[in-house]
């Protein structure tokens, strides 16, 4: 298995500019993926105007007929313009608003430099930060959910899944009550969000489990339960073997 989509990055930059510039129409021969981190600005897609605000996302495919209008306002953006191996697709639209996630903004503070160069293995590390970031995107679009409450807290679990997350820290977190916090996630995944976070955590457990690096007492204690015979009936409850079972067979 291959785990990396881009096989060159042209372009790549992290700015603040008091006014973005012009892009004239023009057909792209490449993908390009800009985000907003502050302000706004507008671009063209195959004639098709879009307006990007903060948190929002642009990807062109190749072969897109591009423009962008003068910016008028300050804004922060970051921007890439890259190349795939061959049969790489990807299943976004171009307009993609709020996708960007905490992971995302994360990485972006790790890499900080403006633009690439030719020292310190710029293209290569941009290349590595620009995989994730596709592969970020690509769960967020798995989730199908357009709630930004619900992508907000899906985003923290994963983020704190070795944490006690309770329906009170999540719904802190998200600035929500609790019976509203509840109500949402049960509408839009399906689940409660304690069948959630218990199942994203059995299946670390799992995993744990399947590398036989970690016993299965400080696999519980690591995923937060102060009690391993709690764990151990989660376990069997939502992987139909227990702890034990599954370390002896594997």
Do not use: W
Request: proline fraction near 3%; aromatic fraction near 14%.
């Amino acid at each position: 298995m291959e785990y990396y989509f881009v096989s060159e990055v042209m372009h790549y930059c992290n700015v603040t500019l008091k006014k973005c510039g012009k892009i004239p129409l023009h057909q792209i021969d490449y993908y390009d993926f800009t985000f907003v981190l502050e302000g706004s600005m507008v671009y063209y897609a195959d004639g098709k105007r879009i307006v990007l605000e903060k948190n929002d996302a642009l990807f062109l495919k190749p072969q897109t007929m591009r423009a962008r209008d003068a910016g008028t306002d300050t804004v922060r953006f970051v921007s890439f313009n890259f190349r795939t191996f061959p049969d790489v697709s990807f299943p976004f639209d171009n307009y993609m608003p709020k996708c960007i996630t905490s992971n995302i903004k994360k990485l972006l503070t790790v890499y900080p430099p403006s633009h690439l160069s030719s020292a310190y293995h710029s293209r290569e590390k941009c290349a590595n930060m620009l995989n994730f970031m596709l592969y970020e995107l690509l769960d967020a679009s798995a989730l199908k959910c357009d709630n930004e409450h619900v992508i907000k807290i899906l985003n923290y679990i994963e983020e704190h899944l070795t944490e006690k997350l309770t329906l009170q820290v999540i719904s802190s977190y998200v600035n929500l009550s609790k019976e509203y916090t509840s109500y949402i996630f049960k509408k839009e995944m399906g689940k409660t969000l304690t069948d959630y976070v218990n199942e994203r955590k059995m299946l670390l457990a799992k995993e744990f489990i399947l590398n036989r690096e970690m016993s299965l007492a400080d696999i519980s204690t690591y995923l937060g339960f102060d009690n391993y015979n709690y764990f151990s009936r989660l376990f069997k409850q939502y992987l139909e073997v227990t702890p034990i079972s599954l370390k002896k067979n594997t």
